[in-house]
């Protein structure tokens, strides 16, 4: 059964340093997502994109936040100068129909820790 | 904006039927339903559109009432491998941005 795939599974990293969490969407999919997660809380929208762009972002995702689609099967998100707070689970996610109307796929998310 | 779900948690016995709520304020075109269990990624179990359409798994059962904007999940018959945190998530006609309530936590006691 096709499946999101994300690296690392695991990252620690030190305050004000850049984190890259990678993403491989399931092939055919042309809708893809960011999710936060804290420990223990609830899911968090970052961004959705499509067509090579932004669709949606929310107020979370502020300057710090990029992502990018550099190739035709990955899609990351950067954080530049990583704060305490960033500290969270990431889960990717992919659609074939896009949010309105269609199941979202996650990946099994990157554990981010910054010290 | 975030939707609201209700109860926070329940706890059930094996065998249980348990109702999930989800409401917003603002007007919906679609509800999604989605299960975590601890340490893993979110998992869909359903999908409620306006004019009312509904994918999802077999087993599952929900409501979406567009005119209160509400949904509710229904579980029946409840096992143990029902446990985890259900979360709704609500996207709006034209948004791409599907956002989820704060979930509710279930535990089935055998």
């Known amino acids: 059964e096709p499946e999101v795939t994300q690296t690392p599974s695991h990252q620690v990293t030190q305050m004000g340093q850049e984190v890259i969490l990678r993403c491989v969407p399931i092939?055919?999919?042309?809708?893809f997502y960011w999710y936060r997660q804290i420990l223990g809380q609830k899911v968090e929208f970052l961004v959705s994109f499509y067509n090579n762009e932004i669709s949606e972002k929310s107020e979370i995702f502020d300057d710090q936040f990029s992502v990018e689609r550099p190739d035709g099967s990955n899609f990351t998100l950067k954080i530049r100068s990583t704060k305490l707070e960033d500290s969270a689970m990431y889960f990717c996610?992919?659609?074939?129909?896009?949010?309105?109307?269609?199941?979202?796929?996650f990946g099994e998310g990157s554990r981010l820790t910054v010290l | 904006q975030q939707p609201v779900q209700s109860p926070q948690a329940v706890i059930l016995r094996e065998g249980e039927d348990a109702v999930i709520n989800c409401s917003s304020s603002k007007a919906l075109y679609s509800v999604h339903w989605y299960r975590q269990k601890h340490g893993e990624a979110p998992v869909f179990l359903m999908i409620?559109?306006?004019?009312?359409e509904q994918k999802g798994h077999e087993k599952i059962s929900a409501s979406f009432n567009e005119k209160k904007q509400q949904s509710s999940l229904y579980l029946t018959a409840s096992q143990l491998s029902y446990s985890g945190t259900y979360f709704c998530g609500t996207d709006s006609e034209y948004g791409n941005k599907l956002v989820f309530g704060a979930g509710t936590i279930l535990r089935v006691k055998s």
């Open positions: 092939s055919n999919h042309l809708y």
């Open positions: 996610a992919s659609s074939d129909q896009g949010a309105r109307t269609g199941e979202l796929f």
């Open positions: 409620l559109l306006k004019g009312g």
